[in-house]
């Protein structure tokens, strides 16, 4: 028989013996509603002309309705998916070709190509190790004359610090935009991330908190970004046509809109986010009394007076204490059946598109075009936080992904404890 603190790596009994639930926020009351708009016939009403239909039928409004109330903002605008969100929320600040949007790099991809979307070039700022999101300094230092926007990210679950991001904006009048896709709920100092900003907005895809399969929410307060991001989402050079003397700065429409069957489920999901929500809180607060004590290992801190809503459990590791490179201890982690621990995020700035600059076409365009600034780097070093995370430091656990009970998660927190007695047998 093995002694059960032999690692399940070298040959013990695994700490965790099978997998866990998966997250599955879809049941009865999405079906029911989803068969009630199949029943009617009208899987969506939107059309790319002027009119009442150009924003959509009476489930998408009310969807939208209920954003509005519940995230507090004067406008909420359904969308196809966050990606096309963040597409419309940059044109609709006025963006031009060339300018500069300041973005984390911690961050999935469509943060940043939204912006190339327009011809308009990342610049990327760094990371503070707390929350992982934008740092004000670093922001502040990569301002320059082309700077027109500040784009930050609530990354993990929680907001980036906003005050200070708010603050900056102000002073370089600069607009900011909020991608809140990991973050719906959660609060900041008495507001919903994502309502800080100029214009916000959440993802509906099916990893989130809350889904539609895909989609997302756009959230402003301004009445004009709200109708330049509405004329994105629908065809805008043709609804422009009704509207003489209209601006048309990035009239440039899509097909961004939401049907009508995926807005019944988003009422559902909305109706469950503040339970879900709770529950993964309960979740990551048992996990942080588990494993607050282990030696190098710093579990997700959360500013007083805010909320995060534990997209995913981030923890930093303290290798020169721990002796042990984290793909280590994370192979141990999977090994005692803790399968989805990960060790990476992203390094937006090293992926090949950026170190390359092969953004459209072969040429460059648009680093290489007359309107760009000449001297953008995207080498290894710029972001020495977010580099340093993400080589040596950063692991995660995807606890939105999971319906973890209290069993569950004694048998995680029995798993970590498990791997930290073996140290020194991994070094
Ligand atoms: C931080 C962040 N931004 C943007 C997106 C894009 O959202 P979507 O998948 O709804 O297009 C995601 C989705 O994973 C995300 O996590």
């Given at each position: ?322 002796g042990v490179p984290k793909e280590k ?19 937006l700035h090293l992926l090949p598109m950026y170190q ?72």
């Amino acid at each position: 028989m093995t002694t059960p603190d032999v690692l399940a790596l070298h040959g013990g009994e695994p700490a965790i013996a099978a997998p866990f639930r998966k997250y599955n926020s879809i049941g009865a009351e999405e079906k029911e509603a989803a068969v009630k708009v199949i029943e009617s016939g009208v899987l969506s009403r939107f059309i790319g002309r002027d009119g009442g239909d150009v924003y959509g039928g009476d489930v998408v409004r009310d969807f939208e309705r209920r954003c509005e109330t519940f995230f507090g903002a004067k406008h909420a605008i359904t969308v196809n998916s966050w990606t096309s969100g963040l597409i419309a929320a940059v044109g609709a600040i006025g963006i031009e070709p060339g300018d500069e949007v300041i973005v984390s790099p911690w961050t999935m991809s469509a943060s940043a190509t939204a912006i190339l979307h327009w011809n308009a070039i990342p610049v990327f700022a760094d990371i503070e190790e707390q929350t992982f999101c934008l740092d004000p300094q670093s922001v502040e230092d990569n301002i320059t004359p082309y700077t027109k926007a500040i784009m930050a990210v609530d990354i993990f679950g929680q907001s980036a610090n906003m005050r200070s991001i708010m603050e900056i904006a102000k002073r370089h009048g600069l607009k900011v935009i909020s991608d809140t896709a990991q973050a719906p709920g959660a609060v900041y100092h008495g507001r919903k991330a994502g309502t800080l900003a100029d214009i916000g907005g959440y993802s509906l895809n099916y990893h989130k908190h809350i889904h539609t399969g895909e989609g997302g929410v756009i959230v402003t307060d301004d009445d004009i970004l709200a109708e330049n991001c509405r004329m994105i989402r629908n065809h805008a050079e043709a609804v422009m046509e009704d509207r003489p003397g209209s601006d048309l700065v990035n009239m440039v429409g899509y097909n961004f809109r939401l049907g009508e069957i995926e807005s019944a489920i988003g009422i559902e999901q909305l109706k469950k986010l503040p339970g879900l929500i709770e529950t993964r809180q309960q979740a990551a607060a048992r996990l942080t009394e588990g494993l607050a004590d282990l030696k190098g290992l710093r579990v997700p801190a959360v500013e007083a007076g805010c909320t995060h809503v534990y997209y995913v459990y981030a923890m930093i590791l303290d290798i020169a204490a721990l002796g042990v490179p984290k793909e280590k201890i994370a192979a141990a982690l999977r090994a005692e059946g803790l399968t989805s621990v990960s060790t990476k995020y992203v390094n937006l700035h090293l992926l090949p598109m950026y170190q390359q600059k092969t953004a459209y076409g072969s040429n460059g365009f648009p680093w290489t075009a007359e309107f760009s600034r000449k001297n953008i780097s995207y080498e290894k070093g710029i972001c020495p936080t977010a580099e340093t995370l993400q080589d040596t430091s950063y692991m995660g656990f995807g606890i939105c992904h999971y319906e973890l009970d209290d069993n569950d998660l004694d048998l995680i927190i029995s798993a970590f404890r498990k791997v930290w007695r073996n140290l020194d047998k991994l070094v």
